[in-house]
């Protein structure tokens, strides 16, 4: 069993909800078929158990050191092994075109290959997950002789890449990033400022890091509007691809975090020591679109990282209450008798059944994100292409705070089905409850994805996207035939009346401060009410398939069903309550003051 | 600013809620006057600020080593230091009577006292904690001659102390424990076996440590009522008080863990090299009885634990918050504008009230129980002293899960708060999240305490405890008079409502196990009541004092009726729906078998 998936739910996702094999039937994925994708998600987790889950405990423990004289950031060794195993199986490249050397799997496809290694490992993840993000931008928005000089070497994991966002006075307000890029009339930009907070900044991995860096070209307009893209390689490239010397990044310090210790995070000084140089990507100060172009992708890969951690510890949680024995039921406390596994007792399996109807629900949205980018960039038209677009805007948010709430409180729970051994680091638990911690924080903190689905996109093409979401609950509730789902599907039509009404309430709120100030418990609700609907589609397709599934795959189908009616009669009875705080336009946060905090102190 | 305590807010805890002059008026604490306790305070604050706030970044980096060869854990020498500024206060002595040398404190003010350690230090106080349980069972239940050995030392931090109660096959199951004591002959036992999760178990900082051990002398009765309790020390101490040679506790293991990493804790092996000899508390098979005897006030010190992390992670965020700027409000976007403070924008308003909610909500309710222990031990009639206890029995469990859930909560939007410098270990709020998960594991994990309440507590005496406990609600219910808490008394009239059906359904269902299932979220739904009704308590006392106060406390006090709104509102709605999930008798746990979990895997 494995220890990282359960590739009968990979399969039910991937095949049975999201029925990515009619990706095969064109292009550009007519090279597919699931034989091929499945023998490629064979070989990804043999990778990932080889390389990345057994070290992931030495990878915590011996965080990224800084070695003074020499200047180098040191990271196990294992981990470059891990990262090479992964590049010789050309996972780099999964979702880039075969004409530049990449697989050109859908991303759906990709984000099942990628969270086997993020569940195993996520602080080895990290390093290529950022290379890849930063060679999609260098793929859509770079000149082709920028393709031509960095491209190649990161798809092939030889360069590793970073994004450099967030500088010191910068975290979530990038309006007020300071970083100078001026022009040297040559065609290149000299940068000068500080990057906080760049995981990959540093390390001795790799013979360069290509940062993708966001800085402000004097003269440009004020705010988000005047950033640009860069390139800013540790080592210069010239333009013949020559590797020349340092290119004058100073690390400043290391971050030493509660988790995904074994990514190094750096605060990166540019242009001090000496020139740092720069290309920069497409036009001038449309930087932040660019980045925001991709930011769907990060985002749900930021909450798939939430919900791979989950799982792992979910599964892990799941073994140990199956081996270890403790007390016994209620009813039976005669000491003599044997004790019974901790999986017997009623509020382990709750624990259990939280973990799954979490992790399970969380990844059911994943996917179904994932597959839409996919159906919008095959969509038949420009409009199909917009309303997918839409309703991933309105589900992105969704997507990443969701797990990045739920399965940390699913990691919770692993660590206390084991009880004290759990709170040890004798037990991977514990690590990952660390290292989920931090998915509320990176790509947009919570408060950043509540302020972005409020204020922004449930507004967006007057409401459109919500009501595109709603129309594809309503399908799903169409289909529901089995009389056991119909009570669930009346607390989910019950459940978008609350959230409609909320929407309405804040949405036309004339005082803006007040209309947005519960937009964290809006996002929550938005969230239970979308991972409810996506936990019935799967009970229905489940009920569909029990009939002729053989005794392995009904209790697989059966267990879907017990965790929908877990997290309907366990979760999703929140949403009403969350939804009816911020219809009331609830005004205790906006009156508070910050003397009221302070006094008596 | 103290990072550690509102001092304000503990006045108003004590003397206005607590009204705890009262009990200075009669014996055993006629000695003390409120002017003598807060220069106590006083004296401890600055004893926890100088010797254990400083260090508590180090105690928690330095882990205790086990030194190879000499047999030896070592620890930082400033927690020696720490507890010998503790010792040389009389702080061990906090509630133990003058004739023994101790300070004979009200419970409820030595857990003020107390608090302000955890709250510093938490990895350091469990030593003293620890110490300051064990003097307690020896006082109570040892012969004069036990304590003519052992306490004194005790009392003066001169011999700290453990209890030894968990074994590797049982930890939440006492009654499968198997460490055996076998008469000598001569008035001692020979210990065998071992124990396991220590805490304090082995470590350099005293020259003896007197271990209070649970075993079972062969012959005696099965299951937990064949337990006895033993004096086990480190060096043997014989019956002339002179302390001899090694008693042979092998130290077999240190757990490495998440947090309060500074305590050592231990697995330990007696009897194994050489014979570990115990003297025998009181009489033979009433160790269980004896160590649940001091039960409640153990849990209600977990729980105390619990709020201190979260308080001193709500009081640095506040800081924080107040000083770090970041973005600007909804509708002012203009970048050249300088940014606001995090605690101007609504959401990072709603993470601080949400701490303030939970941490000083919890805090009430652990002065509530404390000054429980104290009105129970001066109670005038027998009768009434039961009513207290019963009381308290039904407050225990809650008292020790609620902020062990909710404080750890409260950590958790301690580092949102800070963003990703929470998640470094530049700032003490990721510590205080690690070192809060313990508070849901130790002395009765959360599923323990839920069984407790539902399977034992609300039972006793016919369902008397809990009836005490709605009639001391309805006692605050008829004192609020304002009419802005009018709707708060009628939300928790009916949240009692709920409660009461709810344990109806539970109490009254003939299938136990069914009707334990969802002990859990009974469990914290009964949280959210009882700490509603310290929050409406606090909030009727705040408008009372209100036309009286001063500018200060006037912001005090409004603070403490929006923090009560806050509750109320964000919170309180939450129990009714748990309550109704239990009272549905909800059976999705208890029909899950192990196989559809592992289905697919």
Redesign the interface.
Known sequence: ??AIV????LE?LLYECEQVERFFQEAPYAHLDRETVDSMIDSAQAIAEEFYLPVAAKVDAQAPQFVAGGGDVVVPAETGKALRAYADAGLFGQTFAQSVGGLELPYVVSTAINGLFSAANQSIANYSMLTVAAAHLLDKWGSEQQKTLFLAKMLHGQWLGTMCL?EP?????L??ITTRAESAGDGTYRIHGTK??ISGGEHNLSENIVHLLLAKIPGGP???KGISLFIVPKRWVNERGELGDTNNITLVGL?????QRGTTNCLLNFGERGPTKGYLVGAPHQGLRYMFDMMNEARISVGHGAVTSGLAGY?YS?DYA?ER???????H????SP?V?L???????????AQ?AAVEGALALIFYCAALVDRKAVAPSAAEADDLELLLQVLTPIAKSWPSEHC?EAN?WA??VL??A?????HPV?RL??DN??N???EG???IQ??DLL?RKVRLSGGRGLELLFGRIHETLLTVQHPDLQPRAVALTDSIEHWRRATSACVQCPD???G??????YLDAAGHVVIGWLWLRQAQIAHEKLPGAGP??R??Y??KI?AC??FF??VL??AA?LF??VR?L?D??????????????
Chains 1, 2 share one sequence.
């Not at 006075?169 to 307000?173: E, I, K």
């Not at 999986?343 to 059944?353: C, E, G, T």
């Not at 759990?422 to 004798?426: H, I, K, L, R």
């Not at 205790?588 to 102190?601: I, K, M, Q, S």
């Open positions: 069993m494995s359960s590739r009968r739910d039910f967030s006075q910068a975290g979530s307000s309006a007020d906080m907070w004020p705010g988000v971050n030493h975090k509660m988790g599964l799941l199956s024995r403790q007390g016994r039921l209620p009813g406390k005669d000491a003599a004790q596994p999986i017997q007792h009623a509020d382990v399996k709750r624990m259990l059944l799954k940390l919770k660590i206390q009880g004290g759990g709170y040890t680091v004798d514990e409850y660390r911690r931090l509320h924080i990176h903190a919570y408060g509540g302020l204020g803006e401060i007040l947005l100030a519960n937009a964290t418990p392995a795959d209790k697989f059966e267990a017990l009616r877990y009669r366990y009875p929140g309550v009816d705080l009331s609830d205790t946060c906006t009156v508070t003051e910050p003397e009221h905090l302070h006094a008596g102190r």
